[in-house]
């Protein structure tokens, strides 16, 4: 056999396999469109969000607000303390770590509050878009711009407040979250 003849035989052997697959290239492609799963996570920037809905600010308030209310809270006890210097340089320590720990727990409480207001939102946000979970964007390595939820749920808590605000329920009823699925009051973050 000359050597077009073996490349023709052999052409004609890889299309015959190729077709006894029994699935056409449409096929293939249509089978792994079937198979590519859809985005099923959501991914939230809750940074952005405290920011952008003015939480961040109000948190940053409360904090520094009960700073100075530890601060205050020290120095009378500094000035009520009696007995030997060291017992009080050791009381005192005591007391500035009790501060800290008062302080690091009411920040902590705020964020949780924060959270508590925007979970149902970012979940609702989420599956409008066919999605069923919603993780924050510290705990995803990398992910595409068309998972990411952070803006509708900037825009959804400022419907929302704006509706509280102005005393009008007509947003609040086309919306499927209610005030009273929104701890702390309608989603306008108020540190307790």
Known sequence: MSRNTMRTCWLGLAIMI??????SEEAKEEQATEKSPQALIAVIDLN???QEIGAQDKIDRSVTDKKAELANRMADYETKLSGEPADQEMAIKRQA???QTQLLAHHAQLKQQLLAQIRPVAYLAAQERGMEIVLTAAQVYAAGPNVDITQDVVKRIQTINQSTE???SAALEESPVRLAELPGGGGDFQPQ
Do not use: D, I, R, Y
């Not at 190729?18 to 699935?23: D, I, P, V, W």
């Open 166 to 168: 102005n005393g009008s």
């Open 48 to 50: 952005v969000v405290a």
């Open 97 to 99: 770590q009790l501060a």
């Open 18 to 23: 190729a077709g006894c697959n029994g699935k």
